[in-house]
């Protein structure tokens, strides 16, 4: 089956430490991307990337960091920069992120941060 | 700042009725336009996408696209309970996708 997989699906962090989401494809999709979800909130952009090695900021980069080192994993960190880290994660993929404009994003199952 | 605006809700509409979410956005450049369904603690899953001025039908689902009004909706006929869900709406804006907040739809049996 082709799809997005992330992992954990809930994770606990303590203030001042560091987190590493996963994200996996197998879509053989060329761009991924993360974004934060906060209650009663659209989609805000974290990074994205468009190939191997190489990603840009989002809106709201501040506090995070991703690789690329692989096609298929485009993880994020949340470091102990970023201070309000409680909310729904989620990352996504599209066939080419400068592609044609149906190119859908498709999306992961999430992973719920909770700062204790 | 390219914007993307839809009433929250929650809009509450009998099971069978009809269900319009209105979405409009800033940028009179955008290419194309998304309505993906989230049901509460999952994530997004696409609904139906148009580019083109006019009415795209797929099944109960109906979107509708006026670029000179800069307006998009979705009308979903014979509503069922399935259907409650918070609908977000995305906008294709110079590569980037831009985000509502999205429109909580509760369906009353």
């Known amino acids: 089956d082709g799809g997005i997989t992330q992992s954990p699906k809930y994770l606990f962090r303590k203030e001042g430490q560091n987190v590493t989401l996963s994200c996996e494809q197998n879509l053989n999709h060329d761009a991924m991307y993360w974004y934060r979800q906060d209650p009663g909130q659209g989609l805000r952009l974290i990074y994205y990337s468009q190939i191997v090695n190489d990603f840009q900021k989002g809106d709201i980069a501040e506090g995070y960091s991703v690789s690329r080192e692989k096609k298929e994993s485009f993880p994020l960190t949340v470091t102990s920069a970023q201070k309000n880290p409680t909310a729904f994660y989620l990352c996504a993929s599209t066939l080419r992120e400068r592609g044609a404009v149906t190119d859908t994003q498709y999306f992961g199952p999430g992973t719920r941060l909770t700062v204790l | 700042q390219k914007e993307v605006e839809q009433n929250s809700g929650p809009l509450s509409v009998p099971e069978g009725a009809i269900a319009s979410l209105n979405c409009t956005y800033s940028?009179?450049?955008?290419?194309?336009f998304f309505w993906y369904r989230q049901y509460s603690g999952k994530s997004p899953e696409l609904i139906m996408f148009?580019?083109s001025n006019g009415d795209k039908e797929d099944g109960r689902f109906t979107a509708q696209l006026n670029k000179a009004s800069q307006y998009v909706s979705l009308l979903i006929r014979d509503s069922q309970p399935s259907d409650s869900a918070t609908y977000l709406c995305?906008?294709?804006?110079?590569?980037?996708?831009?985000w509502g907040a999205g429109t909580k739809l509760i369906i009353k049996p």
């Open positions: 995305a906008v294709r804006s110079n590569y980037q996708l831009i």
């Open positions: 148009i580019y």
């Open positions: 940028d009179r450049g955008s290419q194309s």
